[in-house]
């Protein structure tokens, strides 16, 4: 049963999250400047918007690859930290290199999609993918879940 509500709420919270992480990144790395009169609370709250907009463009782009790699990594159990970082940035890199959303070759969007990139595999990874894959005997202290 364990499974199940991993496969049903975890997974898709952890890419939800993921998505958010990787859209601020890049909202933050745009430049955004608060105008003048503008209180800093009223800043944050207009790059909070404008983080769950463009998380909707990040997790509609990178959906696919990263279902792809979701279900190898919970068909293999994949559980390791550096390979979650390197999944999110190959990810961020080819939207990058793609030019989905209008980007552009430049060492600085390429740098950012890659760093966007690792900001959501790492929040994957600490929400779903530390977990990944079925349980086995040797995590568990040499037995199995009555649930597995």
Known sequence: ??????????????????????AFVITLSAGAQPSSGESSGDFFAKLIVISIIASMVVGA???????ILIIMAEAFG???????????VLIGLAAF?????GATETREAVTIGGAAGAVGGFVYWLIAGRKAGLPTAEANGGRLPDDA
Do not use: Q, T
């Open 1 to 22: 049963m364990r499974n199940v509500w991993r496969i049903i709420l975890v997974i898709p919270v952890a890419f939800i999250a993921a998505s958010l992480a990787a």
């Open 61 to 67: 782009v990178a959906g696919i690859p990263a279902l």
């Open 78 to 88: 994949w559980r390791s930290l550096i390979l979650h970082l390197v999944f999110g």
């Open 97 to 101: 290199l793609l030019g989905i959303g």
